[in-house]
């Protein structure tokens, strides 16, 4: 179990804390036991896995909220949720935001592109004036039920408008109050320094690392150098599982036998050992009827 402290202690521990993508409760059981604290509830991941449909926007707030419940249900994770737009303008952001912190995120990103969104190293986006964003922003703030509940706002704007344009509209977001910035895909080193030069020690900073995106890749090690005080990689375990079906799938289909891949897969029993299977099938016989049988059952 992950210790009683918020996401935003860890922001401000001084190490960086990373965050692997994450589309189900299964995803966050394996994030935990590889001993992460806390995990990025990735939109595309959702639309890869849910849907086997690219980032465009094809996601619902209902959808996101329901896998936020399910792996809340199963981990103690600081959980990192991708709220896109917030679905809608300014109202929704506040119905968004209640009813993903009820249902346990430990923040909330919120994004300036218009509807419908897509991915932030797709081309193609456009964004929402940056008054309508700080609106959302503050709608977001006022929203929250608690302030360890933090809001992450991020911009697209380097994509659409140029690296200073985004950088104003950064600008405005921070001054609007948000706890955590994001600006997507800074394309150079230089950008990336750019963005801790104007605003590192001022709000906590975010970098998204997606292979094959945009942003040069960095271990966590170097960004944390650099000045930021989270990392995402949003993308990267549904890549890993994806590659892994492939081999599995070509191999059975080669072969008509999973043998071939047996070293490649959990058996049975490693699975439910995953799982948990035998401590829940323990808990469960604690509550068994045999345990509960009245004193005076049988009598006539």
Same mark, same amino acid.
């Given at each position: ?35 992460? /604290? ?43 949720? @991708?709220?896109?737009?917030? =679905? ?11 009813? =993903? ?40 703030? @006022?929203? /929250?039920?608690?302030? @360890? ?32 910035? =994001? ?77 071939? =891949? /047996? ?24 509550? @068994? ?12």
């Amino acid at each position: 179990m992950t210790e009683n402290v918020s996401l935003k202690d860890l922001l401000s521990s001084g190490e960086i804390v990373v965050a692997p993508g994450m589309f189900d409760a299964f995803s966050a059981t394996l994030a935990e036991q590889a001993g992460f /604290r806390a995990a990025y509830l990735s939109g595309a991941s959702i639309a890869y896995t849910r849907f086997g449909r690219p980032d465009i926007g094809l996601v619902s707030m209902t959808e996101v909220a329901q896998t936020l419940g399910a792996i809340r249900e199963r981990v103690d994770l600081k959980v990192v949720v @991708d709220a896109d737009t917030g =679905f809608g303008n300014a109202l929704n952001v506040m119905r968004t935001v209640k009813v =993903f912190e009820s249902a346990g995120a430990s923040a909330i990103q919120l994004e300036d592109q218009t509807l419908p969104k897509r991915c932030g190293h797709l081309a193609g986006k456009s964004l929402v004036p940056a008054g309508e964003m700080v609106g959302k922003i503050k709608a977001a703030l @006022d929203a /929250r039920q608690s302030d @360890d509940t933090l809001i992450v706002a991020r911009t697209d704007g380097i994509a659409v408008e140029g690296f200073e344009p985004a950088l104003e509209r950064a600008e405005r977001y921070v001054e609007a109050g948000a706890d955590v910035l =994001f600006v997507e895909a800074p394309r150079s080193e230089e950008q990336m320094a750019g963005i801790i030069g104007r605003f590192g020690g001022r709000v906590p900073l975010l970098a998204n690392m997606v292979e094959g995106g945009k942003t040069p890749q960095k271990t966590a090690a170097e960004l944390e150098a650099l000045g930021y005080q989270l990392v995402i990689f949003p993308g990267g375990m549904v890549r890993a599982l994806a590659k892994t079906a492939q081999a599995y799938l070509a191999s059975l289909a080669e072969h008509g036998s999973t043998q071939p =891949f /047996r070293d490649r897969m959990l058996d049975f029993d490693g699975l439910n050992a995953l799982l948990g299977t035998a401590d829940m099938l323990a808990l469960g016989a604690e509550y @068994d009827a045999t345990n509960f049988r009245d004193e005076f059952e049988g009598q006539p």
